[in-house]
């Protein structure tokens, strides 16, 4: 129940028990007024009779003097009732008016307080779509975003792998050429020319070359591990190439053991060189033995590469 039910409910209480207040007050003036009335008739009897006695007089100006001031009483407490009355009607009507005029602004306001409420509520609702659009929004541009990445990526891959070919197939490619003996006896130093040949479509650019030797007892399937002395050699054109002269004055001694297999001779070696494209060392490893029977360099097993 609101403030304003329960204002209602205690102004009709009060105007219910008004109304029993008057009616007892009016119950007992009527009450006042028949026992004056019965004294009065009393005395009017007494009046008609014949001379009464001055004791019986006296008693008789006693009850007169009783009814005058009861009838005096009477008309006050009457008027003093009425006042009473319109007072108290005037508070219930005010009490009453003060009650409607705080039932109407409590109304103005909980009707007010619903319309916030209902505004909040749209306002909320909307805000809550704006954002839940702008959610999807954001995810469609995150997906897009992704998926362009991706495109990028993958173009970026794919460039990158068509830049690399290019560069493979543009870059140098430095390999051992037609390599020959130019002296092998028993009187004269051992002599072989080393020709290194770019295969490329592009120079070989600062290259370096280190060769070494070794005359085993046995037979070797590669080069034994060395450490190189690496001096500086030209560059090399597209197709063109440069020759690495080797001389060794301690074949001769060792002739007669060569050419009859009871000693193996080897040169192994690297050359070394960039392309014009990075600055990746590329490395071109050689090893050759001589072969007696037909008295040629030959590779060996192992050793040889290039990248």
Not at 215 to 237: C, E, K, M, R, V
Request: net charge neutral; charged share 20%; aromatic share 10%.
């Amino acid at each position: 129940m609101d403030i304003s039910s329960k204002f209602i409910l205690i102004a009709k209480r009060i105007l219910r028990e008004l109304k029993g207040l008057s009616k007892s007050v009016s119950a007992g003036f009527l009450g006042t007024q028949k026992q004056i009335e019965t004294i009065a008739k009393e005395h009017q009897t007494a009046n008609e009779r014949p001379d009464p006695t001055p004791e019986m007089r006296s008693i008789l100006d006693t009850l007169q003097g009783i009814e005058a001031e009861q009838s005096t009483g009477h008309h006050s407490q009457d008027r003093y009732q009425n006042r009473n009355l319109i007072v108290s009607v005037a508070g219930v009507l005010v009490l009453l008016g003060y009650t409607i005029v705080n039932y109407k602004i409590l109304r103005a306001m909980r009707d007010a307080n619903k319309t916030a409420s209902d505004s909040f509520a749209k306002t909320l609702c909307q805000m809550q779509s704006q954002t839940r659009a702008q959610q999807t929004a954001a995810d469609a541009s995150k997906t897009a975003a992704g998926a362009a990445l991706t495109q990028a990526t993958t173009a970026q891959n794919s460039l990158k792998a068509t830049i690399d070919n290019f560069h493979l197939d543009q870059r140098a490619w430095v390999g051992l050429g037609e390599y020959r003996i130019e002296t092998i006896s028993d009187r004269e130093p051992f002599k072989l020319a080393l020709p290194w040949v770019n295969s490329g479509k592009t120079p070989a650019i600062e290259t370096e070359q280190a060769v070494a030797y070794i005359f085993s007892d046995t037979y070797l399937t590669g080069p034994p591990s060395h450490a190189y002395n690496f001096d500086h050699g030209s560059a090399i054109p597209p197709q063109g190439k440069y020759v690495t002269r080797i001389t060794n004055r301690g074949v001769p001694e060792h002739f007669e053991a060569i050419t009859g297999k009871k000693l193996w001779m080897y040169f192994f070696g690297k050359f070394r060189y960039h392309d014009i494209y990075g600055s990746k060392l590329h490395t071109t490893s050689f090893c050759l033995f001589y072969d007696s029977d037909s008295k040629e360099m030959v590779f060996c097993e192992k050793g040889n590469s290039m990248d």
